[in-house]
């Protein structure tokens, strides 16, 4: 209902798999998170999602929390696998939304914890976007990590070549 009352509409569907890595792409906008946790509430999903530490002070910090966020402390990457790879084993269930560009800037390459993470973790990438040309959040194929980054990245981004940035 949120998510129509804001112009937003929603195709494709969360495959039923109990562990996977979301990405979502692009980030170009704090409005992403708002479209973001919109969609995660029409959806029903118990998702988790990255954020850097920041904006897990007090007081919104416990909004964050309660949403599914985790803090990052982006200063050491390899921790945040290690530890995102531990949460995966050790839940029967867990979805992880991570924005792979790491930040909302327009970037040239991806950051690849969210690869490394489902790679460790044995688990699917579902890729998804959010078209703000036509307001769509766009639930792409799970995709199966091959080990080979470079190829899946390429094949990954590619989801996401015919899809508009806000602004």
């Known amino acids: 209902m949120t998510l129509r009352l804001m112009g937003w509409r929603i195709t494709g569907d969360i495959p039923d798999m109990p562990k996977m890595v979301l990405i979502v792409a692009p980030h170009s906008s704090n409005w992403d998170f708002i479209i973001g946790v919109a969609a995660k509430l029409a959806l029903r999903l118990r998702v988790q999602y990255l954020g850097k530490d920041a904006l897990f002070r007090f007081p919104l910090g416990i909004v964050m929390r309660r949403l599914g966020g985790i803090p990052v402390d ?43 993470i489902a790679t460790a973790a044995r688990v699917p990438i579902l890729p998804v ?35 508009q940035r806000r602004g």
Do not use: C
């Not at 949460?87 to 690849?112: C, H, N, Y």
């Not at 959010?130 to 980054?149: A, K, Y």
């Open 74 to 116: 982006r200063s050491s990457s390899n921790a945040v696998v290690l530890s995102s790879v531990k949460e995966f084993e050790r839940g029967r269930q867990m979805i992880l939304a991570i924005a792979p560009e790491g930040t909302r800037r327009r970037v040239e390459r991806w950051k690849t914890g969210f690869y490394h």
């Open 129 to 163: 976007a959010l078209d703000w040309g036509t307001r769509t959040i766009q639930i792409g194929e799970l995709f199966p990590p091959t080990g080979d980054l470079d190829h899946d990245l390429g094949e990954l981004r590619e989801r996401f070549e015919n899809v």
